[in-house]
């Protein structure tokens, strides 16, 4: 039993390996419009009999993030999942698509997050008890219309394809989005005082920027103009020094006619596909923590050195804006925070 148990930890290992280098999810994006980078691996945590990996990201909306595994060996209560299936207008199931079960029931904000299998079908596993509602949204769809809820619950979901190209896009992850910035010409790259092409300008400015900012959220992409951009620069002393090292006046031009194509209708010519393969088995569990001026960084569970230790402990992060430590527990569904001195 134990050699077993060791292949199948191992089978899973090499499935986390895969999903890290080809999954990307956010708020905003795929799921409630916030995108976010791709998933980093923080812990690994035994629990019971199931070994579950665990994934953490801040969102703008702050919410911490853990993924974890199912696996076929999974057992449920009677009471604690949500079941059903995904059709759209013609009846036919919609295979990808992610369903979102979210309540404000619980001491803090909770979303679990889960991807639909070929014939639509979905399992939302180990709910809280609480009151739930529940949507839909996949690639090529309109948001469904939210559905109230109940561990134990088998629902039939209804979807609608978006009804523009707009539309569709609004849910692609930034990345997508970011494809569209446009470098400068080659000849104003060339006389600033750095040796740039716009090959490396462009990498410059996207290091510079996502170090705080998710490139192409709506947040980057959605200000109408160069001027707004540049009052917008202006608000932290950092970002008009960032941006003075690749000349403040080029990167302004950069960012106006991205937002100007934007407000004018522009989507991106690269269109993401849904969820496939290994990537469907993977289920979101996002608990809202900090508040609106939180800048999360440094999320911790574990210890690397022996990634085992403390399953199911409270996940730490730090509150740079803040000087604040904010603090999850996964089991009582609780955010906490305190000030540092």
Same mark, same amino acid.
């Given at each position: ?78 009471? $604690?999942?949500? /079941?059903?299936? #995904?059709?759209? *207008?013609?009846?036919?199931? %919609? =295979?990808?698509?992610?369903?979102? !079960? ?50 134990? $619950?088998?629902? /039939?979901?209804? #979807?609608?394809? *978006?009804?523009?190209?707009? %539309? =569709?896009?609004?849910?692609?992850? !930034? ?167």
């Amino acid at each position: 039993m134990e050699c077993f148990l060791l292949f199948i930890a191992t089978l899973l290992v090499l499935a986390a390996v895969l999903v890290q280098r080809v999954l990307r999810l956010g708020c905003d994006c795929q799921i409630c419009s916030a995108e976010v980078a791709p998933l980093k691996l923080q812990s690994v945590a035994a629990r019971k009999n199931n070994l579950f990996w665990r994934f953490s990201m801040s969102y703008k909306r702050n919410y911490l993030f853990v993924a974890t595994f199912a696996a076929a060996s999974l057992s449920f209560a009677e009471d $604690d999942f949500i /079941s059903g299936r #995904v059709t759209n *207008a013609n009846g036919s199931p %919609e =295979a990808g698509v992610w369903v979102v !079960a979210e309540t404000s029931d619980l001491p803090t904000d909770y979303r679990k997050i889960v991807v639909t299998n070929d014939d639509g079908k979905f399992v939302l596993p180990q709910l809280p008890k609480a009151s739930y509602r529940l949507w839909v949204r996949g690639y090529g769809l309109a948001d469904s219309k939210k559905v109230a809820a109940e561990p134990g $619950d088998n629902l /039939s979901l209804s #979807v609608k394809a *978006a009804a523009t190209e707009k %539309e =569709a896009a609004a849910v692609y992850p !930034a990345n997508y989005w970011l494809t569209m910035v446009q470098p400068p010409a080659a000849e104003a790259v060339s006389q600033l005082d750095y040796a740039y092409t716009q090959e490396t300008w462009l990498a410059q400015f996207k290091l510079n920027c996502i170090v705080c900012h998710q490139l192409g959220s709506v947040v980057t992409r959605s200000i109408p103009g160069r001027s707004h951009y540049e009052m917008g620069l202006k608000k932290a002393e950092i970002m008009p020094q960032i941006a003075t090292e690749l000349d403040f006046n080029l990167v302004l031009d950069v960012l106006g006619d991205l937002g100007e194509r934007v407000a004018n209708g522009e989507t991106p010519g690269v269109k993401p596909s849904r969820p496939k393969g290994i990537e469907r088995n993977v289920v979101i569990t996002q608990w809202g923590w900090g508040d609106l001026y939180t800048y999360a960084h440094d999320e911790i569970s574990t210890d690397k050195r022996n990634p085992y230790l403390y399953p199911d402990g409270p996940v730490y992060g730090i509150d740079m804006a803040n000087d604040r430590v904010i603090w999850v527990d996964p089991v009582k569904h609780s955010a906490h925070q305190g000030k540092m001195p």
